[in-house]
């Protein structure tokens, strides 16, 4: 059997094998359903040892084609290139994570929690596998059922107006997109398969642009970009802790990962026709999101609208088409993915403490749960992109690459965002100050525990992670490499047939610009 | 015509085997002592399940009686969803008619005479014939709505249905009337010879008009709500699957046949009929919105998925996407058939049940589905499985019968339609999903009664199965259907 399909329908399995045991044997499903995603962890690693990133190798890997629906041109057809493995095996450390985070946490219904958290994680690598438009569409909308439970029933006292919001947004968003897939299948001989489709597209400027649009739109949404957040705030935080951390973590770097497979290389003309009013609107969110931040006095909130302006960071360098910017970006969907998934669970920690999430009733808790806070300081830290942390590498290659690019006026995209980085620096350290510096002024904050073994094991691979990724990104930016690459040429390509000036790439430097163009005209009488 | 017609005989064998079984299940009645009937509902599914491999098994196409009716892969698809809805809702009706003490073997008989009826329409490619087909379907089903007699709600949708399904049958036959002035002919084949001739316009319009009724599109959906909410609820299942089946294979018929002599666009008739698929879709939607009786929002999202069924027969009368249309209809008819019987069938096992006299005010509540999921978790899961399906989220059937019909509609050219069409059903995720809502998330209010029977049970895992299995491999019955999806 194909190795990425086991890793794809492993969680589904356990999730099935789960519906039949007895409901009472609370402790079994626990165990099993942390196996079961330890299981596919392990084999995701696989996949990572297996992935050849040489200049050779084939673009996806680990590919498996075979009839599923062929009298409507649907195939399963999976396969994974650089970016995909790597969120890929984002999803596939988080959920055990989660699982371990809610032993506690979740003491109700648990073999229904376990079930919907399984069948979300086959949805969301299925998502990143999937290279049939059908396949990648199911799996993308099968992703909203158990999410929508997740959130409907463990989530706090608001939670269904949140569940509500958070279905019918993202699924009023990607129905659009489904017209645009079989659009798509009248237009490229047939077919629903993603090589073919990119390969054979023939439509006409104006249609690629409204295709475009239903595709962004669906992207958008799930990102999400302003003006389209509202539906975030709310679902993040009345969502119970596993599911905001699967939220954060993987649900939003869907969107950009579909800009990035799909919108960007299916539509490169119209997407060159539309990427400075995205570029701008990331920028927009980017400010927005820290600004909100600013005043939220619900920690979980702020997290969420710190999620906003991030995400705006990934959208920023995607729209940049430069390849700098282009790695910097996919970085920072797993950095975000894993920092912003580590503030959650701490939040979700301190909630289980205190059962508040208001930054009011905490403060000087550094004394109380020095554990706890040096964790928190360490997450902040690389969420804010410290050098050292993984968050610095990819907001750096994100603002270099922007700068550098042919976007219009980079220069003050990039002072932009980096304003926003600052911004991002100011909000969380106050977050951390008010939390956990200062006196401690509430009584009931004296006898809160620090972390136990078990939160320990939910915390220690973020940490370790944070450092790794921070301080040798190599292996980590390695496999991202060629994805980069065949995109800038495939928008190269577009260039060329639309003519006119570069539009996408680097521009060298102004501090080299003398040397080259020194050495473009060696000889001057 | 020469010698005995065999082969037009054979062809109306399941027709043949639907009426013996009413008339047998009529004379076992007259002839019961033991008051004991559950054998009644089996023998109903064991004769719709021969009626169905008849059909299928002797598949012969051709003209039957000199063209008055057909046999095709279209019909015989027909005759199975027809088939398959009889079965299912006899076994849906079984406990829920037995809890109400009125289980009587006349209830089977009239729901087999009126798939037979089901049946003979889907053949029809005739005027006189189609009249008589929808006249045996509708009055069966005007009886089976008025089943208990009791209370103010059925006799009003009985009444309701009675009146506005004659004022249809009557627009029908009158229009059929102007239609053979101008034609010379009853026989669909011969309609594109009137074309032209104001008669033509009027009588097709009024047929038309009286098919739209059955299918329920707006603006002649009025009379939907109150009778699907009002008829013993399997037998709204029953209408919900079969009825409207029936009528889709008519008015498909009708339509190409009046739309042969045009060029590839659709042109006149087709333009009205899109017309009315966009009106069903906004209205039927918009309707279910509000609605806190789920047996009601059911009636209104059953009028939502034939301005989706309608979007399928207009791009069947584009001609070269008419085969995938048609295959998608079918496909989709087959789909929506087993959902939405499931649906009912869970609305009845919940409903709340009239305390001698005194009709409960709200028997399908939404409040009667909260916290389902922790008494019953089973019920909810097969609930919530029909609701995603209705909803088309995938990886359920009801997912891929809209794929199937929108993909027609854009390969046909109607882009607008197929994006009213995924808009409305953005529309439609909310109201379904509120019964989940409701069923998953809500504490349970005090216990209610629930009904629970083997035969209900088989008609519950049956629909979820097709559900389910059709939204990971939907391959087969696609096949199927695109064999079926021609017109002979």
Same mark, same amino acid.
């Given at each position: 059997?194909?190795?990425?399909?086991?890793?794809?329908?492993? =969680?589904?399995?356990?999730?099935?094998?789960?519906?039949?045991?007895?409901?009472?044997?609370?402790?079994?499903?626990?165990?099993?359903?942390?196996?079961?995603?330890?299981?596919?962890?392990?084999?995701?690693?696989?996949?990572?040892? !297996?992935?050849?990133?040489? %200049?050779?190798?084939?673009?996806?890997?680990?590919?498996?084609?075979?009839?599923? +629906?062929?009298?409507?041109?649907?195939?399963?057809?999976?396969?994974?290139?650089?970016?995909?493995?790597?969120?890929?095996?984002?999803?596939?450390?988080?959920?055990?994570?989660?699982?371990?985070?809610?032993?506690?946490?979740?003491?109700?219904?648990?073999?229904?929690?376990?079930?919907?958290?399984?069948?979300?994680?086959?949805?969301?690598?299925?998502?990143?596998?999937?290279?049939?438009?059908?396949?990648?569409?199911?799996?993308?909308?099968?992703?909203?059922?158990?999410?929508?439970?997740?959130?409907?029933?463990?989530?706090?006292?608001?939670?269904?107006?949140?569940?509500?919001?958070?279905?019918?947004?993202?699924?009023?968003?990607?129905?659009?997109?489904?017209?645009?897939?079989?659009?798509?299948?009248?237009?490229?001989?047939?077919?629903?398969?993603?090589?073919?489709?990119?390969?054979?597209?023939?439509?006409?400027?104006?249609?690629?642009?409204?295709? *475009?649009?239903?595709?962004?739109?669906?992207?958008?949404?799930?990102?999400?970009?302003?003006?389209?957040?509202?539906?975030?705030?709310?679902?993040?935080?009345?969502?119970?802790?596993?599911?905001?951390?699967? +939220?954060?973590?993987?649900?939003?770097?869907?969107?950009?990962?579909?800009?990035?497979?799909?919108?960007?290389?299916?539509?490169?003309?119209?997407?060159?026709?539309?990427?400075?009013?995205?570029?701008?609107?990331?920028?927009?969110?980017?400010?927005?999101?820290?600004?909100?931040?600013?005043?939220?006095?619900?920690?979980?909130?702020?997290?969420?609208?710190? %999620?906003?302006?991030?995400?705006?960071?990934?959208?920023?360098?995607?729209?940049?088409?430069?390849?700098?910017?282009?790695?910097?970006?996919?970085?920072?969907?797993?950095?975000?993915?894993?920092?912003?998934?580590?503030?959650?669970?701490?939040?979700?920690?301190?909630?289980?403490?205190?059962?508040?999430?208001?930054?009011?009733?905490?403060?000087?808790?550094?004394?109380?749960?020095?554990?706890?806070?040096?964790?928190?300081?360490?997450?902040? +830290?690389?969420?804010?992109?410290?050098?050292?942390?993984?968050?610095?590498?990819?907001?750096?290659?994100?603002?270099?690459?922007?700068?550098?690019?042919?976007?219009?006026?980079?220069?003050?995209?990039? #002072?932009?965002?980096?304003?926003?980085?600052?911004?991002?620096?100011?909000?969380?350290?106050?977050?951390?100050?008010?939390?956990?510096?200062? =006196?401690?002024?509430?009584?009931?904050?004296?006898?809160? !525990?620090?972390?136990?073994?078990?939160?320990?094991?939910?915390?220690?691979?973020?940490?370790?992670?944070?450092?790794?990724?921070?301080?040798?990104?190599?292996?980590?930016?390695?496999?991202?490499?060629?994805?980069?690459?065949?995109?800038?040429?495939?928008?190269?390509?577009?260039?060329?047939?639309?003519?006119?000036?570069?539009?996408?790439? $680097?521009?060298? =430097?102004?501090?080299?610009?003398?040397?080259?163009?020194?050495?473009?005209?060696?000889?001057?009488? | 015509?020469?010698?005995?017609?065999?082969?037009?005989?054979?062809?109306?064998?399941?027709?043949?085997?639907?009426?013996?079984?009413?008339?047998?299940?009529?004379?076992?009645?007259?002839?019961?002592?033991?008051?004991?009937?559950?054998?009644?509902?089996?023998? $109903?599914?064991?004769?719709?399940?021969?009626?169905?491999?008849?059909?299928?098994?002797?598949?012969?196409?051709?003209?039957?009686?000199?063209?008055?009716?057909?046999?095709?892969?279209?019909?015989?698809?027909? $005759?199975?969803?027809?088939?398959?809805?009889?079965?299912?809702?006899?076994?849906?009706?079984?406990?829920?008619?037995?809890?109400?003490?009125?289980?009587?073997?006349?209830?089977?008989?009239?729901?087999?005479?009126? #798939?037979?009826?089901?049946?003979?329409?889907?053949?029809?490619?005739?005027?006189?014939?189609?009249?008589?087909?929808?006249?045996?379907?509708?009055?069966?089903?005007?009886?089976?709505?008025?089943?208990?007699?009791?209370?103010?709600?059925?006799?009003?949708?009985?009444?309701?249905?009675?009146?506005?399904?004659?004022? %249809?049958?009557?627009?029908?036959?009158?229009?059929?009337?102007?239609?053979?002035?101008?034609?010379? %002919?009853?026989?669909?084949?011969?309609?594109?010879?009137?074309?032209?001739?104001?008669?033509?316009?009027?009588?097709?319009?009024?047929?038309?008009?009286?098919?739209?009724?059955?299918?329920?599109?707006?603006?002649?959906?009025?009379?939907?709500?109150?009778?699907?909410?009002?008829?013993?609820? =399997?037998? $709204?299942?029953?209408?919900?699957?079969?009825?409207?089946?029936?009528?889709?294979?008519?008015?498909?018929?009708?339509?190409?046949?009046?739309?042969?002599?045009?060029?590839?666009?659709?042109?006149?008739?087709?333009?009205?009929?899109?017309?009315?698929?966009?009106?069903?879709?906004?209205?039927?939607?918009?309707?279910?919105?509000?609605?806190?009786?789920?047996?009601?929002?059911?009636?209104?999202?059953?009028?939502?998925?034939?301005?989706?069924?309608?979007?399928?027969?207009?791009?069947?009368?584009?001609?070269?996407?008419?085969?995938?249309?048609?295959?998608?209809?079918?496909?989709?008819?087959?789909?929506?058939?087993?959902?939405?019987?499931?649906?009912?069938?869970?609305?009845?096992?919940?409903?709340?049940?009239?305390?001698?006299?005194?009709?409960?005010?709200?028997?399908?509540?939404?409040?009667?589905?909260?916290?389902?999921?922790?008494?019953?978790?089973?019920?909810? *899961?097969?609930?919530?499985?029909?609701?995603?399906?209705?909803?088309?989220?995938?990886?359920?059937?009801?997912?891929?019968?809209?794929?199937?019909?929108?993909?027609?509609?854009?390969?046909?050219?109607?882009?607008?339609?197929?994006?009213?069409?995924?808009?409305?059903?953005?529309?439609?995720?909310?109201?379904?999903?509120?019964?989940?809502?409701?069923?998953?998330?809500?504490?349970?209010?005090?216990?209610?009664?629930?009904?629970?029977?083997?035969?209900?049970?088989?008609?519950?895992?049956?629909?979820?199965?097709?559900?389910?299995?059709?939204?990971?491999?939907?391959?087969?019955?696609?096949?199927?259907?695109?064999?079926?999806?021609?017109?002979?």
């Amino acid at each position: 059997m194909n190795l990425l399909s086991l890793v794809v329908f492993l =969680p589904l399995f356990g999730a099935l094998t789960l519906a039949v045991l007895p409901r009472d044997e609370v402790g079994q499903h626990r165990v099993l359903a942390l196996s079961v995603s330890l299981a596919t962890f392990v084999l995701s690693l696989f996949l990572w040892t !297996g992935f050849d990133a040489g %200049s050779g190798a084939a673009e996806f890997q680990f590919e498996q084609r075979s009839a599923w +629906l062929p009298s409507l041109g649907i195939g399963y057809h999976v396969g994974l290139d650089g970016v995909a493995l790597l969120l890929v095996l984002l999803t596939t450390v988080l959920t055990p994570v989660v699982i371990l985070s809610a032993y506690r946490a979740v003491a109700e219904r648990v073999k229904e929690f376990l079930i919907a958290i399984l069948v979300l994680e086959t949805a969301m690598i299925g998502t990143f596998a999937a290279l049939d438009l059908v396949l990648f569409y199911v799996f993308w909308e099968a992703m909203l059922v158990p999410m929508y439970l997740l959130i409907g029933i463990w989530g706090s006292q608001n939670r269904l107006y949140a569940t509500i919001k958070f279905f019918v947004y993202t699924f009023a968003a990607s129905v659009l997109m489904l017209l645009a897939i079989l659009y798509v299948y009248f237009h490229d001989g047939n077919t629903f398969d993603y090589l073919e489709a990119r390969r054979a597209l023939e439509v006409t400027p104006q249609a690629a642009r409204w295709l *475009f649009l239903a595709f962004a739109l669906a992207f958008a949404v799930k990102v999400p970009m302003f003006p389209l957040h509202t539906w975030l705030p709310d679902a993040h935080t009345e969502a119970p802790t596993a599911a905001s951390v699967i +939220l954060a973590g993987v649900l939003l770097k869907m969107g950009t990962f579909g800009f990035f497979r799909y919108a960007l290389p299916l539509f490169p003309e119209a997407a060159l026709s539309y990427r400075g009013a995205i570029a701008a609107l990331a920028v927009v969110g980017i400010l927005y999101g820290a600004m909100m931040s600013f005043v939220q006095t619900d920690m979980k909130r702020l997290v969420a609208y710190s %999620s906003v302006s991030h995400l705006g960071f990934v959208m920023l360098g995607l729209m940049a088409l430069s390849a700098e910017a282009l790695t910097g970006s996919v970085y920072q969907m797993l950095n975000h993915g894993i920092s912003t998934g580590a503030l959650f669970l701490l939040v979700g920690l301190l909630y289980e403490r205190r059962h508040t999430r208001q930054i009011a009733d905490y403060g000087g808790l550094g004394k109380v749960t020095p554990a706890l806070a040096a964790v928190f300081v360490v997450v902040t +830290l690389s969420s804010i992109g410290l050098p050292g942390t993984n968050g610095f590498v990819g907001e750096f290659l994100i603002l270099s690459g922007t700068w550098l690019s042919r976007l219009g006026a980079p220069a003050v995209m990039a #002072a932009l965002g980096a304003l926003g980085v600052i911004l991002g620096a100011v909000y969380m350290l106050l977050l951390v100050e008010r939390v956990f510096f200062g =006196p401690l002024r509430k009584e009931e904050n004296r006898t809160l !525990g620090d972390l136990s073994v078990r939160e320990g094991f939910v915390l220690g691979p973020m940490v370790a992670l944070i450092l790794l990724m921070g301080l040798l990104p190599q292996p980590f930016l390695r496999p991202v490499k060629p994805a980069v690459d065949r995109l800038v040429q495939r928008f190269q390509a577009a260039e060329v047939r639309l003519g006119g000036e570069t539009r996408v790439g $680097t521009v060298p =430097p102004a501090i080299a610009r003398p040397a080259l163009q020194a050495r473009a005209r060696p000889e001057r009488p | 015509m020469t010698g005995f017609p065999t082969t037009s005989f054979a062809a109306l064998l399941p027709v043949a085997i639907l009426t013996l079984g009413a008339v047998v299940l009529l004379l076992s009645e007259a002839f019961l002592v033991s008051g004991k009937r559950a054998y009644q509902s089996g023998l $109903t599914v064991a004769f719709a399940a021969a009626a169905a491999v008849a059909a299928l098994a002797l598949h012969r196409p051709g003209p039957v009686f000199d063209g008055q009716g057909t046999l095709d892969g279209f019909s015989a698809f027909v $005759t199975a969803i027809v088939c398959a809805g009889l079965a299912l809702s006899a076994l849906v009706g079984a406990s829920w008619l037995e809890a109400r003490g009125s289980e009587r073997g006349e209830f089977y008989a009239l729901a087999t005479f009126g #798939a037979a009826g089901m049946v003979l329409l889907g053949m029809a490619t005739d005027l006189l014939v189609a009249f008589v087909s929808i006249e045996v379907m509708s009055i069966s089903t005007y009886a089976l709505a008025a089943w208990l007699r009791r209370g103010l709600r059925p006799s009003e949708a009985a009444f309701k249905y009675l009146v506005l399904g004659a004022v %249809s049958s009557a627009l029908f036959v009158y229009g059929s009337a102007l239609l053979y002035g101008a034609c010379g %002919s009853t026989a669909f084949a011969k309609l594109p010879e009137g074309q032209g001739s104001p008669l033509y316009l009027v009588g097709m319009g009024l047929a038309l008009a009286g098919v739209a009724f059955k299918v329920a599109a707006v603006p002649f959906h009025a009379w939907t709500p109150d009778v699907y909410e009002g008829a013993p609820t =399997p037998v $709204t299942a029953f209408m919900a699957a079969g009825v409207k089946t029936a009528s889709f294979a008519l008015l498909v018929r009708l339509l190409l046949a009046a739309e042969t002599g045009t060029a590839v666009k659709v042109a006149g008739f087709g333009a009205l009929v899109s017309a009315l698929a966009l009106l069903t879709m906004i209205a039927g939607n918009l309707l279910a919105l509000p609605q806190r009786s789920v047996k009601r929002m059911l009636a209104y999202s059953s009028i939502a998925h034939a301005g989706y069924l309608l979007i399928g027969v207009v791009s069947a009368a584009v001609a070269g996407a008419r085969a995938q249309a048609l295959a998608g209809l079918l496909f989709y008819l087959a789909v929506y058939s087993a959902t939405v019987i499931g649906a009912f069938a869970v609305v009845g096992v919940l409903e709340r049940r009239a305390e001698g006299e005194r009709e409960p005010a709200d028997p399908w509540d939404l409040s009667r589905f909260s916290g389902l999921a922790r008494r019953h978790p089973a019920l909810a *899961f097969a609930m919530a499985v029909f609701l995603l399906s209705l909803a088309g989220i995938p990886p359920t059937a009801g997912f891929f019968a809209k794929l199937y019909v929108f993909r027609a509609a854009i390969g046909a050219g109607f882009e607008m339609l197929a994006i009213v069409g995924v808009l409305t059903s953005a529309l439609g995720a909310y109201y379904y999903l509120r019964v989940v809502l409701y069923m998953y998330m809500r504490p349970p209010e005090a216990e209610a009664e629930v009904l629970s029977a083997p035969s209900l049970a088989v008609a519950l895992l049956a629909a979820v199965l097709v559900v389910v299995v059709l939204g990971v491999a939907a391959e087969p019955l696609v096949r199927l259907a695109a064999a079926a999806g021609t017109l002979g």
